[in-house]
């Protein structure tokens, strides 16, 4: 202990030299502990996106494809299914459920999604949470829609209000279906998933304010009152996925199997959590990767680290020679010198955390407006308490080679004082 209350007195006399060491190993921690906490808590943020559903079914092609845009709202269908697809689907006697979904439309960036009331009674989160609503209620009309809590909170959004749905969907859009507006009947609770930045309206209302366009585009002299609209039928020729959940998960995968046989329609019945691994195994190198740099830059710290001691020692003669005079022996010169780096390296990483918690802090609104992904802030998990345990591992065997050269020094110095 007085070791290191000797250390600590000895970094303060050079505390600038060991403020600057201190937030480059800060800055080291901060941005290896934000790429493992990233990495992580999107895993955990895909993984809570849906719950409680076995299988998704859409256009056949690749099964991270179809479960990225049918539940994650990433990217868009290649093409869409047949409605009596979702029929002959809907009347096999092993389904409990099915939830029709349609995607194409967008309102001011976030995307807009074609369903059934069916929707807010069958989705989960997590751990088989259902959807509830923080104000209001699912859409009874043809023009209602139910709004994710991003949505609303981003643009002040509430029950009574109307909106304006855009064809496509860019952030940015040249039509559109302005001459059709929404009134919103309910706003969701937040769930922390994609959920929470959809606009939900009936398959109806998808249909409806296409009625009157083609190619893309409204329709030049072909004017039809929303009268009319709500007289037509309004059932749709095509969606984009179905949501199925089976009377018995026993028979997932002859349904599955039966589904992508079908030889009237190429279809692609993905299993959720099967194509999530998929998913973590195409994204498992990039994750490495950063994780590998992340390393690096610390490395890169520490060697810093032991260089700017080794430069200091010739400096500290005086200081080791008036330490041998005073009856330190050259194992207590070496130990101090090993605690100046332990301390370096526990302030770094003590501010390390403190930065990546106040960062989080003030950035996580705008990561989840801008990528979509939840962060918290919080105590290290395990993971990160044994990368902190590492770095200050790492941090005491960096003062080795500055130490041993110290040890060496004083022993110099010793002799000196004998004679």
Known sequence: ????????????NRRLTAALLVLSIALSVALLLGVERLRVQARESFARSLSGTDLVVGAR???????????????????????????????DPRVAWTVPLSLGDSHRGYRVLGTTRAYFERYRTGDDRPLRFAVGAAFAGV?????????????????????VIS??????????????PFKVTGVLAPTGTPVDRTVHVPLEGIEAIHVDWIGGAPARGRAITTEQV????????????????????????????????????PLLAAIPGLALEQLWEIVGVAENALLLVAAAVLATSLAGLVALMLAMLDSR????????????????????????????????????????????ALAAQWIVESYGLVLFTGWPSST???????????????????????????????MRLRL
Not at 143 to 163: M, N, Q, T
Not at 248 to 253: D, G, Q
């Open 230 to 265: 709500r007289a037509m039928d309004l059932t749709p020729k095509t969606i984009t996925a179905i949501l199925v959940g089976l009377k018995s998960r026993v028979a997932t995968f002859a349904v599955q199997r039966e589904i992508n046989e079908h030889p009237a329609e």
């Open 143 to 163: 023009f209602d829609a139910v709004l994710g809590s991003e949505v609303a909170a981003r643009h002040g959004y509430k029950p009574g209000d109307r909106i």
């Open 384 to 414: 990160e308490l044994a990368m902190l345990a590492a770095v200050i591992a790492c941090g005491a065997l960096a003062g080795l080679v500055p130490a041993w050269r110290a040890y060496r020094v004083s022993l110099t110095e010793g």
């Open 317 to 360: 003669r005086r200081e080791i020679a008036i330490l041998r005079a005073l009856g330190a022996r050259p194992i207590e010169v070496f130990g101090l010198v090993i605690g100046e780096s332990l301390l370096v390296t526990l302030a770094g990483v003590a501010l390390g955390v403190a930065l990546l918690q106040g960062g989080i």
């Open 1 to 12: 202990m007085a070791i290191l209350v000797l250390a600590w007195k000895s970094l303060w």
């Open 167 to 180: 064809h496509g969907a860019g952030e940015i859009s040249f039509a559109d279906h302005d001459d059709r």
């Open 61 to 91: 092609g690749g099964p991270v494809a179809l479960i990225l845009y049918a539940v994650f709202r990433i990217g868009d269908a290649t093409s869409n299914i047949s409605w009596q697809s979702h029929q002959r689907i809907a009347a």
